[in-house]
């Protein structure tokens, strides 16, 4: 009889990110519901050196799947290392984050597992069941499994991290053999970049179409660096190659909370909205004063991009003590 969750800690080039904190956070909420016991599972190359810091969050129990094999991510051998801990937790629910790390690999264990699977889920229920957005954000689906086991991804900046507390919990070696792989990792290459993480940032400036190509990007660059903040995108910027993929904000994009997000061109179709529209206090710079981000915005600025960027760069680097030049 399945009767734990889990929470699969995926770390990030060996080291653990809020996404973390976040599931485990979730998992609580869950594990409350269900009244069951909240155990980890942390998989990687160097998972015993991170397993301390998971155990100090109000964990029941870590499990730690270490192999040299984990080192660096494929799907395959995350996701066989995950339903490898699945099996020895006795889990109901196995959660993920709703990364593209975490739903790849929720995929294949939901197959591994024959387990039910939702994505992207912002709620969990009294009983158990879950809420999860759908059609853009249109409808909010409640969701109960048929199935003994369940796989979840849980939505991003929507359950509250854990901090550590109280007594670490018992660590306990996972033994792990990756078989015969099919895929192997031969190199990665980080990208080098000193943007701000889109994920974790305070403060979003967005461009839409409306900036009308890479130009326009630049002018939106030097106003995010004098903000503080990450850049993101609408998908019409992003498929226009104005602009990575990596920024793009929306239903198939990232997910983005900032207390600050400033959509500069953009119309403020369902799909961008998904990704932003919890957000604090949002701000639109635009032509048109009837497009649905403008009518959505707590500030809506009707105008032309090319000459108020310019102003506000400026004046917010004056606040700030630079000179317009600096
Ligand atoms: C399955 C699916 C998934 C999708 N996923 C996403 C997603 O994740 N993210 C996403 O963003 N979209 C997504 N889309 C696309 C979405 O439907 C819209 O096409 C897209 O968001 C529009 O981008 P935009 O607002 O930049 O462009 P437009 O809708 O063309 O808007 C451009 C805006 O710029 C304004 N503008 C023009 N000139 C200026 C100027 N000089 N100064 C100021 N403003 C100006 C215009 O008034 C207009 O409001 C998805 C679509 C589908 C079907």
Redesign the pocket.
Known sequence: MANAILAVILPSRGALSAASYELLGAGRVLADALKQPLLAAVIGGNAATLAADIASRGVDRVLVVEHPSLSNFTEEAYANAAAAAAKISGASRVILPSTVVGRAVAARLAVLLKAGLATDVTEILPSGAIRRGCYGGNLIAEVEFKTGIAVLTVAPMTFPRTEPKGSPAPLEAVSFDPGTAKSECLSFKAEESREIDLGAAEKVVSG???L?GPEGFKLLFNFAHALGAAVGA????VDSGWIAYRH??????RTVRPKLYVA??????I??LA?MSSSSTIVA????KD?PLMQMASISVQG???ELLPLITDEIKRRKGHTAAA
């Open positions: 839409g179409f409306g009308g609408s998908r019409r910027a793009q904000v929306g239903l198939t994009g500069v061109g953009i119309s403020g179709q799909q961008h990704g710079i635009n032509t048109d497009c032309e991009y090319a």
